[in-house]
T-cell receptor, first 109, second 116 residues
Framework: KNEVEQSPQNLTAQEGEFITINCSYS?????LHWLQQHPGGGIVSLFM???GKKKHGRLIATINIQEKHSSLHITASHPRDSAVYIC???????????FGTGTSLTVIP | DTGVSQDPRHKITKRGQNVTFRCDPI?????LYWYRQTLGQGPEFLTY????????KSRLLSDRFSAERPKGSFSTLEIQRTEQGDSAMYLC??????????????FGPGTRLTVL
């Protein structure tokens, strides 16, 4: 049983499309994190949120604590957005992350 | 560059050999984490340090694995008698957190291990 589930696993989009990646979790959390991983391995933190909504450029992250669900949206997608997007949660104890398996996004010009 | 660094970036070894990886966290960060990531999967927690104390270890961390953070700064992860199943990306992350809500982790570039 995985504490964090993401969907879809793979996503291909045309440049300019609006993209949504979903994340559901089954444990009590202190925060949810959206991470971006490019080929080669490096992981960059995009958002950390515990309620509501955050926006950074073309990226928007929302979380519904009652439903234990979060979404990452990318507006006006671009080929440089192609990466693996990983949802992770930190628990109330805050000692470690639990990760989803990631969503591999490919944006075609 | 003041981010998290890891060395080496790539390691190829033969089965049965020992390997050691190093992680240098962001200097003021008190927490350091090791994760393992296999192809197509999300990272999995291995172990965690607060300063020099190793506070938590995953069941994934068999007795062939050992991690240290002797002075509360850099950390090493050693794998003894490597097996082909150890082939993975080993990720290090650090954070400065006194409350769970502050636990934003900053990741290093990873060390990719290939065991032949």
């Amino acid at each position: 049983k995985n504490e964090v589930e993401q969907s879809p696993q793979n996503l291909t989009a045309q440049e300019g499309e609006f993209i949504t990646i979903n994340c559901s979790y089954s444990v009590g959390i202190s925060a949810l994190h959206w991470l971006q991983q490019h080929p080669g391995g490096g992981i960059v933190s995009l958002f950390m949120l515990s309620s509501g909504k955050k926006k950074h450029g073309r990226l928007i992250a929302t979380i519904n604590i009652q439903e234990k669900h979060s979404s990452l949206h990318i507006t006006a997608s671009h080929p440089r957005d192609s990466a693996v997007y990983i949802c992770a949660v930190s628990l109330d104890t805050g000692n470690q992350f639990y990760f989803g398996t990631g969503t591999s996004l490919t944006v075609i010009p | 560059d003041t981010g998290v660094s890891q060395d080496p970036r790539h390691k190829i070894t033969k089965r049965g050999q020992n390997v050691t990886f190093r992680c240098d966290p962001i200097s003021e960060h008190n927490r350091l984490y090791w994760y393992r990531q296999t192809l197509g999967q999300g990272p999995e927690f291995l172990t965690y340090f607060q300063n020099e104390a190793q506070l938590e270890k995953s069941r994934l961390l068999s007795d062939r694995f050992s991690a240290e953070r002797p002075k509360g700064s850099f950390s090493t992860l050693e794998i003894q008698r490597t097996e082909q199943g150890d082939s993975a990306m080993y990720l290090c992350a650090s954070s400065l957190a006194y409350r769970p809500s502050q636990n934003e982790q900053f990741f290093g570039p990873g060390t990719r291990l290939t065991v032949l």
